[in-house]
């Protein structure tokens, strides 16, 4: 009685530690979606090629993207922590690291910019005070795109602060300062390029103005008569045509980009819209539309005005 006793025991044990890995018969709940993930992050914009100052970005789902600059910070006084930046999707997530304290921190960018060719990035102040960087001016920077889990990327999402990264270790921060000095005067030489060419346009016109041939004079009179026809369009402009190019989180966004291909910025609900017009045909708003195309708002539209 005994021996049959401790033979079952064993088979005893087995059927309790089943009991225990699925109770009520049950499988356990799988665990919970990834935490890395989009979220509410779909649908990312990428967009067309543009071009300041005769600088053509192109932007690219690049997701290994580690670059140094200089970044500006946005004067419209928001809180949250978001950015700007030419070339990658709308919205991406990257680590903005000061390349004078060695401070890292993360920064949604949702905004298309700076309009700027000597500046990398533009921080909202509330990202810029998370940083340490001051308003005015420029700051050197170190960004880098990254894969946060979704809870932060929802505290961002929320307006709140993401957890600050570990500071960058000042060995490496003396890399990326002498990588950006070695980079400046590449940087520096395409803002000039365009210059030269309206300059050089007024020379040939100077040139025959002095001359007593009547062939000059009469070439300056056709310039007079587009000059003379700007004029109605500028009337016709009353029509009821809009293009919408973009909508932008903050002002001071809206009114760079705006400046950029002589828009205006109204904010008729939470977000500022960057409008092209009004126009008084259709042929007008096509062409304003291929125009904010051009410049990389893909998503522009014409709609009809009140």
Not at 42 to 51: A, E, N, S, Y
Not at 112 to 129: F, I, W
Not at 166 to 195: C, H, I, S, W, Y
Not at 225 to 237: H, N
Request: aromatic share 4%.
């Amino acid at each position: 009685m005994k021996l049959s006793v401790n033979r079952a025991l064993p088979l005893a044990a087995l059927i309790l530690l089943n009991g225990c890995a699925f109770e009520g018969g049950k499988a356990p709940p799988l665990p919970p979606p990834a935490q890395y993930g989009p979220a509410a992050d779909f649908p990312m914009v990428i967009g067309d090629p543009f071009t300041i100052d005769g600088v053509t970005y192109t932007p690219v789902d690049k997701l290994n993207y580690d670059e140094v600059g200089y970044a500006s910070v946005a004067s419209d006084g928001e809180t949250v922590v978001t950015g700007a930046h030419k070339t990658l999707p709308l919205p991406s997530y990257v680590e903005v690291t000061s390349l004078v304290s060695g401070k890292t921190i993360l920064v949604r960018l949702q905004d298309r910019g700076p309009m700027s060719n000597d500046l990398l990035t533009e921080l909202s102040p509330g990202a810029a005070a998370q940083l340490g960087i001051e308003a005015e001016g420029k700051a050197p920077v170190r960004v880098r795109r990254v894969n946060p889990p979704e809870t932060e990327r929802a505290m961002l999402r929320s307006g709140k602060q993401a957890p600050e990264r570990m500071d960058t270790p000042r060995p490496l921060v003396n890399v990326l300062m002498r990588k950006l000095k070695a980079q400046e005067p590449l940087a520096l030489k395409p803002a000039p390029a365009p210059t030269p060419a309206p300059a050089s346009e007024p020379s040939p016109a100077a040139k025959p103005a002095p001359s007593p041939s009547p062939a000059p004079a009469a070439a300056s009179l056709p310039d007079a008569k587009p000059a003379a026809s700007s004029k109605p369009t500028q009337t016709a402009g009353s029509g009821g045509l809009l293009v919408q190019a973009a909508a932008f989180s903050t002002k001071d966004r809206a009114d760079k980009a705006a400046a950029a291909i002589g828009g205006k910025v109204s904010k008729p609900g939470k977000y500022w819209l960057m409008q092209l017009g009004p126009f008084a045909t259709g042929a007008e708003a096509e062409a304003a539309l291929a125009k904010a195309k051009a410049a990389g708002y893909s998503d522009a539209r014409i709609l009809r005005g009140d």
